[in-house]
């Protein structure tokens, strides 16, 4: 029978199975995935087959196979060898929740996150929240971004969390899918969970479960219909390891004209001939995206995003 990984404990997973039924399963054997050294072979959101235990007293079953997965989001394990921890699989759509103050969320940090979800190859939908405290500067200034950001493909939709504005569109784009919500801490993930499913109590939910080695257990808190993975502390993705020729590549505006530049593998800097560049001088091309991506390939305030994905857990 197949089914979904709901929760993972690391000897055991519950398995949602096509039957509605949720069942406690093992793995048997070694799984293998290629090219990757988890410490978890199987992962919240893996669609997997399993064979039920008739003949226990309780529901339980092993797990005999791992579809191939679409996506997924590691990141390095606590101790120090070259393991990954699998955070999550089969992602179809990241949140990300942005303020403009209380708190601040900088034009660097959502492209920041823009690229690793490009790179992760899951899609980002933008929430502006919080738009019942803005004056009208702030309004205009969100409408700015948004217009940025949609130029570039990329959906945004402004929300209040609070008040209920435009919750029921976001309800409606999650329903039927997995969905990770991400953005800095107090832009209101938690409060937007809480307003599209009152029942489920995310900051009590016991979702975000530390284990004792420190490790975190992801799980998926169903509602309406629609997966929500709670990735603890973690703003953003795990790490994310790309090559500098790759990085334009995650910027699509970029990517766009990349074949336009005379060199083909052209980073955009100082390269003469350069389309991105052009684009940038006749401001078809936003500067704080340049920008952003100039800070990325230099490494610069490299200390700030690993601060930024991994302080607060
Ligand atoms: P989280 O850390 O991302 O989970 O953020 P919370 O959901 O805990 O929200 C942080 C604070 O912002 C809380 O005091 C919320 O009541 C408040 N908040 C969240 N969304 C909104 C909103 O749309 N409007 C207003 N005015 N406050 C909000
Ligand atoms: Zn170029």
Known sequence: MKGTVYKSTGSWYQVKAEDGNFYNCRIKGKFRIQGIKSTNPVAVGDRVKIEVDEVSEEVTGIIKEIEDRDNYIIRKSVNLSKQTHIIAANIDQAFLLITLNNPPTFTTFIDRFLVTAEAYQIKTILLFNKIDTYNEEELAEVKYLAALYRQIGYECIGISAKSGKNVEKVKEKMTGKTSMISGHSGTGKSTLVNALEPSLDLKTSGISVQSKQGQHTTTFAESFDAR??????????????????????????????RSECKFHNCLHLEEPHCAVKEALEKEEISWSRYKSYVQIIKGEDEQQYRMDNFEEQ
Do not use: C, H, R
């Open 228 to 257: 929500i993975i709670d990735t603890p502390g973690i703003k953003g993705f795990g790490v994310v390891e790309m090559e500098k020729e790759e990085l334009g590549d995650y910027f699509p505006e970029f990517f766009a004209l």
